[in-house]
């Protein structure tokens, strides 16, 4: 069963800096990326950052050039810093992660944290 230790987050002023950490757990056959998205209530999921094995980093438009990703993905652990934090990037964030469970099976996006409240305000 996978399942995922998120951390970090809480209440931070605009132009401050927070670190979210995710550690997941489970047997599974190969984990192919470690990332995060972001939900606020009446929207959908949206995509901030994602972590390859072969430490490729990708980011979603509206957090590029202020939040960095990075982790061991072999060590199934994966944490975003973010800087010069907006209004606007108060969400709750959640761990995700893509993988095969067994050999031979398909590549699975849908594992999923628990999520974290980010809220960003004076």
């Known amino acids: 069963q996978v399942q995922f230790m998120e951390s970090g987050g809480g209440l931070v002023q605009p132009g401050g800096a927070t670190r979210l950490t995710c550690t997941m757990t489970?047997?599974?056959?190969?984990?192919?990326?470690m990332g995060w998205f972001r939900q606020t209530p009446g929207k959908e999921r949206e995509f901030v950052a994602a972590?390859?094995?072969?430490?490729?980093?990708t980011y979603g438009d509206s957090v590029r050039s202020r939040f960095t990703i990075f982790g061991d993905v072999a060590q199934n652990t994966v944490s975003l810093f973010m800087t010069n934090l907006k209004p606007e990037d108060t969400a709750v964030y959640y761990c995700?992660?893509?993988?095969?469970?067994?050999?031979?099976?398909?590549?699975?996006?849908?594992?999923w944290g628990q999520g974290t409240q980010v809220t960003v305000s004076s």
């Open positions: 995700n992660a893509a993988l095969k469970i067994r050999d031979g099976q398909p590549i699975s996006n849908d594992y």
């Open positions: 489970g047997n599974v056959f190969r984990v192919y990326s």
């Open positions: 972590f390859t094995e072969y430490n490729d980093a």
